[in-house]
């Protein structure tokens, strides 16, 4: 269970990807198709809230729990779809990585209730992301292993990634049906995965 992720990781969503337009047609019946399948190959499930609304799935992907959902969002004058993907994972890091090319600065009030919710920004990371944690430099350590870094080089066109209580969730935009189907999503979660694996080797050392 999710014991608690920062309200501003949705609230986020709705400030990334400015320059961006959704597509004006999306075939949902196809997406739920695809969730479906690939739902089935993990012993989950697929569904759609209604008829009209984006599907979403859930299974178990090697022993993790995993869901994939949509989320759309107001952007000023644009609506933003993001596809997420959130997986289960064995650390309790806490820090959200923010997408410095795409993403768009908050508002003062939406910074402070970002710090409020994430930390403050964590400087000198050398990451394609903007780091923010209230773990300090316990969490700025993290970026210097070469697996993570070679790992988030190639998550670059996702808006945000969240480490938090035991959970990891990445969101980008969604530009079509094709990044969707069962072998692409494959490859997102795996990669997903790739990410957590460090992450939960690193917290094992330390516990030792």
């Given amino acids: 269970m999710i014991n608690f992720i920062p309200l501003t990781f949705f609230g986020l969503i709705a400030i990334v ?10 075939n949902r019946q196809k997406i739920f198709q695809f ?8 012993q989950g499930e697929a569904g759609r809230d209604h008829f009209a609304a984006y ?5 178990r ?4 729990d995993l869901r994939i959902f949509f989320h759309t ?22 820090f959200v990585l923010l997408q410095k090319d795409g993403f768009r600065k908050p508002k003062p009030d939406q910074l402070q ?18 780091v923010r ?24 066109g996702y808006n945000q990634i969240l480490v938090w209580d035991g959970r990891i969730m990445a969101s980008r935009q969604f530009d079509g049906v094709d990044e969707v189907t069962p072998e692409r999503l494959g490859q997102a979660v795996s990669l997903l995965e790739r990410l957590s694996i460090p992450l939960e080797m690193e917290e094992k050392v330390a516990v030792s």
């Fill in 133 to 156: 944690s209230p773990e300090g430099e316990t969490v700025r350590d993290l970026f210097s292993d070469g697996s993570l870094r070679k790992i988030l080089s190639e998550m670059t």
């Fill in 61 to 64: 992907w090697k022993e993790r």
């Fill in 55 to 59: 599907p979403w799935m859930r299974g």
């Fill in 17 to 26: 990807g400015g320059a961006f337009f959704v597509h004006g047609f999306l």
């Fill in 113 to 130: 209730k970002l710090e409020e919710e994430v930390g403050p920004l964590i400087e000198g990371v050398d990451i394609p992301f903007d």
């Fill in 73 to 94: 969002s107001e952007n000023h004058t644009v609506s933003v779809l993001n596809l997420v993907i959130d997986m289960e994972m064995r650390s309790s890091r806490k």
């Fill in 35 to 42: 969730f479906r399948v690939f739902s089935a190959s993990l």
